[in-house]
C-alpha cells in the first residue's frame, strides 16, 4: 500500500478504524477482529485508530493485543476527552489539563506501549480554552509518551488556536459523499497550516455501501437504529444518493465502497494528505475497502461525483445531539 504523510508520522494510504470492533456495531467478535487487524498490516496498512471511549476502554485492549509483536509495523492513533466510566455511563466531554495527563497514562497501560503516535482530542471542550488543552497534549511530547498531535470535529478557529501552541498534525471528521460540510472552513485552514485530513465514517457509517435497503436491515443493538440519516423519510431520501453511487460505481468496475473511498484519496490536492480510516471487523470488508486503492478516477469522475454529492447533499443531521460538535 502506499503511504502518504500526517505532519512527520508516515502512514499507509487507507488507516484501519477499530471503533466497531468493540461497541456501537452490533455485536463483535475479537477472534476475527484480531485476524482483521493482522490481515490489515499483512497488506501493509500501517495506521490504526482506536479511542479510550470504545468499549469503553476495551478496544484499546483488543488493538493492543493485536499488534503485540509487531508494535514496530504500527503507527497508533488513540483519543481522550469523551470521558465515559467502566460501565459504558457518560460523564463529560473533558479537556482539563489533569483529565489529559491521566488519560494519555490508562491509553499507554491498556495498549501495551510506551508511546502513542498519534493522540487526538476526540471532542473540543468548550469549557477549557483550547490553548490549556493543547499545552497539557504538548508536554506529554515532551515526556516522550506521544509523537504527535491531532484533533477531533475542531472548528477551523480552533485549529488555527491549537495550532498556534504547538503543531497539529491531523484533525479527524467524518467526511464523505453525503458529508460535505468540512470542505467550506475546514480544508482550507488545513492546506493552509499543513494538517492532514483523517476522514472518519468515510462510508456514511456503512450506508454508502448499499448494504442497507431499509431500516430493518440494521442489525438489533446498532447505534445507527436511532441516528437520524437512518431515519424514516430521511432514510429513503439518502437512498436516492446510494442508487446513484451503485450506478457509477459499477459503471467504474468497482464496489460502492471503493467509488466513496476513492474520492476521498482523490481529495488529496494542493498539499492537504487525507488518510480515510473506513472501518470494519470483519476480513472480507477489509479486502474490498484496501481494493479502493487501485481505483482511478478521471477529471470527468470527479466531476459526476461533485454534482450528486453536493455540500448538504444527505437527509438528516449526522448526530441525534450536534451540541458536542465544535462550530
Not at 42 to 71: C, H, K, W
Not at 169 to 194: M, N
Not at 219 to 246: I, M, S, W
Amino acid at each position: 500500500m502506499d503511504t502518504t504523510t500526517l505532519g512527520q508520522l508516515q502512514v499507509s494510504a487507507l488507516g484501519l478504524g477499530c471503533m466497531g470492533m468493540s461497541e456501537f456495531y452490533g455485536a463483535g467478535d475479537e477472534a476475527e477482529s484480531v485476524a482483521t487487524v493482522h490481515a490489515f498490516l499483512d497488506a501493509g496498512g500501517s495506521f490504526l485508530d482506536t479511542a479510550d471511549m470504545y468499549g469503553p476502554f476495551t478496544n484499546e485492549q483488543l488493538v493492543g493485543r493485536a499488534i503485540a509483536g509487531r508494535r514496530d509495523e504500527v503507527v497508533l492513533a488513540t483519543k481522550f476527552g469523551n470521558e465515559r466510566r467502566p460501565d459504558g455511563s457518560w460523564v463529560r466531554i473533558n479537556g482539563t489539563p489533569d483529565y489529559v495527563r491521566s488519560a494519555c497514562d490508562a491509553s499507554l497501560q491498556r495498549l501495551g506501549v510506551d508511546v502513542i503516535d498519534l493522540y487526538y482530542q476526540h471532542r473540543v471542550d468548550k469549557t477549557v480554552p483550547i490553548e490549556e488543552t493543547v499545552g497539557a497534549m504538548a508536554e506529554l511530547v515532551q515526556a516522550g509518551k506521544v509523537k504527535a498531535l491531532g484533533l477531533s470535529e475542531a472548528s477551523a478557529d480552533t485549529i488555527r488556536r491549537a495550532h498556534a501552541v504547538h503543531p497539529i498534525s491531523a484533525l479527524q471528521t467524518e467526511w464523505s459523499l453525503w458529508e460535505r460540510e468540512p470542505e467550506e472552513k475546514v480544508v482550507p485552514v488545513l492546506r493552509e497550516l499543513g494538517i492532514g485530513f483523517v476522514p472518519y465514517s468515510p462510508l456514511g457509517r456503512g450506508f454508502l455501501t448499499g448494504q442497507f435497503a431499509t431500516p430493518d436491515d440494521i442489525p438489533e443493538g446498532d447505534y445507527r437504529r436511532h441516528a437520524p440519516r437512518f431515519q424514516g423519510e430521511n432514510f429513503t431520501r439518502n437512498l436516492q444518493l446510494v442508487d446513484r453511487v451503485k450506478e457509477i460505481a459499477a459503471a467504474k468496475g468497482c464496489t460502492p465502497a471503493q467509488l466513496a473511498l476513492a474520492w476521498l484519496l482523490a481529495q488529496a490536492t494542493d498539499g492537504l494528505s487525507v488518510v480515510p480510516i473506513p472501518g470494519t471487523k470483519k476480513r472480507s470488508r477489509l479486502s474490498e475497502n484496501v481494493g479502493a486503492v487501485d481505483v482511478a478516477l478521471t477529471a470527468d469522475d470527479l466531476q459526476q461525483l461533485d454534482a450528486l454529492a453536493p455540500v448538504g447533499v444527505a437527509a438528516g443531521d449526522r448526530y441525534a445531539d450536534m451540541a458536542a460538535i465544535d462550530a
